[in-house]
Nanobody
Framework: QVQLVESGGGLVQAGGSLRLSCAAS????????MGWLRQAPGKEREFVAA????????YYSDSVKGRFTISRDNAQNTVYLQMNSLKPEDTAVYYC?????????????????WGQGNRVTVSS
């Protein structure tokens, strides 16, 4: 079992920045590929970014590429999402998620453990 606790969301103006954190506890954090996914009101949950077990390989959706950066600190059991140049369309509840093993995925169904969600609101 892996427990994930997110922090760092809030309200920001368009063009601003936020940093989300996700602290993991339970099983060995470094055994898991970590992802960030989001769900906007009235929409399905969608992939944002993922990072492999070592932190060396990172994957992004086209909508956030160049603006968001995912990273992880295996010594601290934490994964981060740095969000820059935020747009109103980035408004959503952001979820941290864990997938056992080395294969990343953009499909929400492939992630086994989820955080509680953290709301990000970007005003225009």
């Amino acid at each position: 079992q892996v427990q994930l606790v997110e922090s760092g969301g809030g309200l920001v103006q368009a063009g601003g920045s936020l940093r989300l954190s996700c602290a993991a506890s339970g099983r060995d954090f470094s055994d898991y590929t970590m992802g960030w996914l989001r769900q906007a009101p009235g929409k399905e949950r969608e992939f944002v970014a993922a990072v492999n077990r070592s932190g060396r390989s990172k994957y992004y959706s086209d909508s956030v590429k160049g603006r968001f950066t995912i990273s992880r600190d295996n010594a601290q059991n934490t994964v981060y999402l740095q969000m820059n140049s935020l747009k109103p369309e980035d408004t959503a509840v952001y979820y941290c998620a864990a997938r056992y093993g080395s294969n990343w995925s953009s499909r929400p169904v492939d992630y086994e453990y989820w955080g509680q969600g953290n709301r990000v609101t970007v005003s225009s």
